[in-house]
């Protein structure tokens, strides 16, 4: 994987492919919290290549976007849930540049 210029959006792809690789079965269901109270929810459906295409349903952005830390709730359609904590890398961009 080449790092984006989007942290969250980086550490997203790494648990995205983490729940793949532990047979989690798509559609995948998420809520995020950033740290500054931004929240966004939504799903994660198979598409064509067995590429996984995000379906934003909810959002509400305080200032630029959702700030780092940022807690996101993964589920999928057997029950299973995780918890995904996305946190500042040393050298990382600043929050208003980390956010989509």
């Not at 630029?64 to 990382?92: E, I, K, Q, S």
């Amino acid at each position: 994987m080449t790092p984006s210029s989007n942290p969250i959006l980086d550490g997203l792809v790494v648990a995205l492919r983490a729940l793949v690789a532990a047979g989690w079965e798509p559609p995948f269901y998420w809520a995020a919290i950033g740290a500054n109270g931004s929240i966004m929810g939504g799903e994660y459906q198979l598409g064509p290549d067995d590429m996984l295409i995000a379906e934003v349903t909810t959002r509400h952005i305080v200032g630029t976007g959702l700030a780092v830390p940022v807690n996101v709730m993964f589920t999928d359609t057997t029950g299973r849930a995780t918890n995904v904590l996305l946190r500042p890398v040393a050298g990382a961009p600043s929050n208003e540049e980390a956010n989509p």
